[in-house]
T-cell receptor
Framework: GENVEQHPSTLSVQEGDSAVIKCTYS??????FPWYKQELGKGPQLIID?????GEKKDQRIAVTLNKTAKHFSLHITETQPEDSAVYFC?????????????FGTGTRLQVTL | DTAVSQTPKYLVTQMGNDKSIKCEQN?????MYWYKQDSKKFLKIMFS???????INETVPNRFSPKSPDKAHLNLHINSLELGDSAVYFC????????????????FGAGSRLTVL
């Protein structure tokens, strides 16, 4: 089955700096790659996603890049703010039918300091 | 509010007891999941149901029995609780139409923290 690795496990940046989180996946058939943000005491929430037919996607201060050949994808957060502090999860899935499931990475705890 | 709702939010119990966690979604989704998040924050899928039918069962012990009375509800019953069952359990849902369009987007509940003493 799919295996998703995520690095780093913890990341501390100063407010205003950029943060980058990287993931690799094992199944070349995976075609959908979302990123989730989990704030303290809450469930994960989708913040951005990318499909395998796209190399890059941007939404305001966050962007994702995908390298299908190398089987890795990354989350970039620019101009970080304290409210960006959370645990971030990457995931991969083969979006087909009812048995389609997301395999999550191990999470990155991002701390944005003042 | 449209959401995935789980009850209870916190559950503290003794080893050997039986407990249930309930989940309801009013999003009109047709697939529901249970995920387990351990102390290291790892998110692991346990079960998924599509229109009340079990689709995914990720080698979870038989002590865990999901039940879906209708496509808006997925409950999790755990028998003979063990210390290792302590975790946060998340219910999630998605729409199959979304999957077929290429986006497997999950909406998560706020989680149910289970502590087994």
């Amino acid at each position: 089955g799919e295996n998703v690795e995520q690095h780093p496990s913890t990341l501390s940046v100063q407010e205003g700096d950029s943060a980058v989180i990287k993931c690799t996946y094992s199944d070349s058939a995976s075609n959908y790659f979302p990123w989730y943000k989990q704030e303290l005491g809450k469930g994960p929430q989708l913040i951005i996603d990318i499909r395998s037919n796209v190399g890059e996607k941007k939404d305001q201060r966050i962007a994702v890049t995908l390298n299908k050949t190398a089987k890795h994808f990354s989350l970039h957060i620019t101009e970080t703010q304290p409210e960006d502090s959370a645990v971030y999860f990457c995931a991969a899935s083969i979006s087909t039918g009812t048995a389609s499931k997301l395999t999550f990475g191990t999470g990155t705890r991002l701390q944005v300091t003042l | 509010d449209t959401a995935v709702s789980q009850t209870p939010k916190y559950l503290v119990t003794q080893m050997g007891n039986d407990k249930s966690i309930k989940c309801e979604q009013n999003l009109g989704h047709d697939t529901m999941y249970w995920y387990k998040q351990d102390s290291k924050k790892f998110l692991k899928i346990m079960f998924s149901y599509n229109n009340k039918e079990l689709i995914i069962n990720e080698t979870v012990p038989n002590r865990f029995s999901p039940k879906s009375p209708d496509k808006a509800h997925l409950n999790l019953h755990i028998n003979s609780l063990e210390l290792g069952d302590s975790a946060v359990y998340f219910c999630a849902s998605r729409t199959l139409a979304g999957v077929r369009s290429g986006a497997n987007v999950l909406t998560f509940g706020a989680g149910s923290r289970l502590t087994v003493l």
